[in-house]
């Protein structure tokens, strides 16, 4: 009996020390499988920190962008007003060098012309005839429609208005895309 006894407790123990591994075996797996989903809910927070991060960021690039796009539409009007303003400041002072220097390139795309009238402000004329000398087919007249600095070249091969202002809203139109 006690044989049977001492039988039975080593079963016991054995069995008891069976369901202790299992049991450790059952926790350590029980375990990890929090620790796991543990691991995913931050690794899914992150993701989404991450993400609402990237989406702020090409909110913040778009809101750049079209900061510094205004900001160069805005820098181009200015540098045209200025420009403007530089032009007006220089016919004032400068109109008869500007019409000299402006009627001898332009003439120069007309060379081939056998008859070439020029029309000036009267402000202009003497500056210019004085510039230009007495040129065979060239006819120098005033005329108060041109504005100062301008000069109206007629000719057989064309016509061209070198008015200065219409040039300026030919560059202005041409920076502003319009």
């Known amino acids: 009996m006690q044989m049977k006894l001492e039988s039975k ?10 369901a202790k591994a299992q049991a450790f075996e059952e926790g350590k797996a029980e375990g990890a499988k929090e620790a796991e989903e543990q691991v995913q809910a931050e690794h899914s927070d992150m993701v989404k920190q991450f993400s609402t991060s990237v989406e702020t960021l090409e909110k913040s690039a778009q809101e750049f962008s079209t900061s510094i796009a205004g900001i160069k539409e805005e820098l181009i009007h200015a540098a045209i007003d200025i420009a403007k303003e530089v032009i007006l400041v220089e016919l004032s002072e400068n109109s008869n060098q500007i019409v000299t220097t402006l009627t001898q390139d332009l003439l120069t795309q007309i060379q081939s012309s056998s008859e070439v009238t020029i029309k000036v402000n009267p402000q202009d004329k003497v500056a210019l005839e004085q510039s230009l000398g007495t040129l065979e087919n060239v006819k120098i007249i005033s005329d108060n429609a041109v504005s100062n600095g301008g000069v109206v070249i007629l000719s057989d091969a064309g016509n061209i ?11 202005k139109t041409a920076a502003l895309g319009k």
Request: cysteine-free; aromatic content about 10%; glycine content about 4%.
């Open 9 to 18: 407790e080593e079963e016991y123990k054995q069995a008891l020390e069976a």
């Open 161 to 171: 208005d070198g008015d200065i202002m219409k040039r300026f809203e030919r560059v």
